[in-house]
Every structure is written in structure tokens, then in C-alpha cells.
């Protein structure tokens, strides 16, 4: 078995991280997700649950579904995903139906992380398993969660003396 390419995972993760970024222009929590498939991104997205109104605007099922259409058929048998934060159990879900090999991520999320935070999918007997990498670019990952959320907390304490006034 071979190492993952840490040096490859890093620059798929950075076009994740830019969108997560693109997420963040617009006021989405920030994540972002890029679809990879023989060595090239197929498909990429960002949250847009607010924008779109829907539950499931999640980046990493907008570029699932993205790379569906690339590809021309719900199995993504091949790809890999690049999450800057833990996929939770709709999009874990997700990875199992669609069949990705691969699965890589930024961020650890203990709230609803489903690949080893509060739980992994792949210890539960579903018809098709992935492998997991986990940490890349971690800093960079968790820094744009810290900075978004803070920056929220913030405008809500000056939102909140505005109104005070």
C-alpha cells in the first residue's frame, strides 16, 4: 500500500480552501469541497445553504453532484473528495451512495464530523467503504472556521448595541 501523496492532497486542498473562501464572500459558513478524478478536479463547490435556502447546499453534496454530471453517472468510483471540514452523516451518506474512493479533509468537526469525531461511517457495514486522510492543511482549515465565526459573534454584539440605541 502506498503513502497518499501528501504534496497532491495539499493542492487539491487549496482549491477547496478557495472555496470555502467563496462561501464566506457570501456569508455561508465556510467550506468547501473539489471532486478529483485521474488526477483532475471534475467538479467543485461551497455552502450555500442561506443563498439557496436549502438544507442540503452542503459543498461537499453540490460537488458530488457536480462531479455526477462530469462524469455522467452517480458512480464516482475513482474520485476523491477534498472537504476542508469532516464530512457530517448527510454527506457521509453521500460519499457512500456515490461510491468515492477517497475521502480527504481539512478540519476535525466535533459536532458532526461522521469520519472519526462523533462517528465514522466506515465502521458501520454499508455496501461500500472509502478511505480516509485526514489533517491536510488543517491549519489554514480551522482558521477560516475561527475567523468566520468570530467575525459573526462580532457583528452580532454590534448589531445587538445598534439596536440597543
Known amino acids: ?5 501528501t504534496d497532491r492532497d495539499a493542492e487539491f486542498m487549496r482549491i477547496a480552501l478557495a472555496e470555502a473562501e467563496r462561501a464566506k464572500e457570501i456569508g455561508e459558513v465556510p467550506v468547501g469541497a473539489a471532486v ?7 467538479s467543485v463547490g461551497h455552502n450555500q445553504r442561506e443563498k439557496n435556502g436549502m438544507a442540503t447546499a452542503h459543498a461537499e453534496l ?8 462530469s462524469l ?7 474520485c476523491t473528495l477534498y472537504v476542508t471540514l469532516e464530512p457530517c452523516p448527510m454527506c457521509a451518506g453521500s460519499i457512500v451512495n456515490s461510491r468515492i474512493d477517497r ?3 481539512g478540519a476535525r468537526d466535533s459536532a458532526a464530523g461522521c469520519l ?7 465502521s458501520y457495514p454499508f455496501n461500500h467503504a472509502f478511505s480516509v486522510s485526514n489533517g491536510v ?10 475567523d468566520f465565526f468570530e467575525e459573526q459573534r462580532q457583528k452580532k454584539k454590534r ?7
Open 1 to 5: 500500500m502506498s503513502l497518499p501523496d
Open 36 to 42: 478529483v478524478y485521474d488526477g483532475k478536479v471534475i
Open 62 to 69: 453540490l460537488a458530488i453532484e457536480e462531479a455526477c454530471r
Open 72 to 78: 455522467g453517472g452517480w458512480r464516482l468510483s475513482g
Open 103 to 105: 475521502v480527504v479533509f
Open 116 to 122: 472519526g469525531s462523533v462517528i465514522n461511517f466506515n
Open 137 to 146: 492543511c488543517e491549519p489554514e482549515c480551522k482558521r477560516l472556521l475561527r
Open 159 to 165: 448589531d445587538n448595541i445598534q439596536n440597543e440605541k
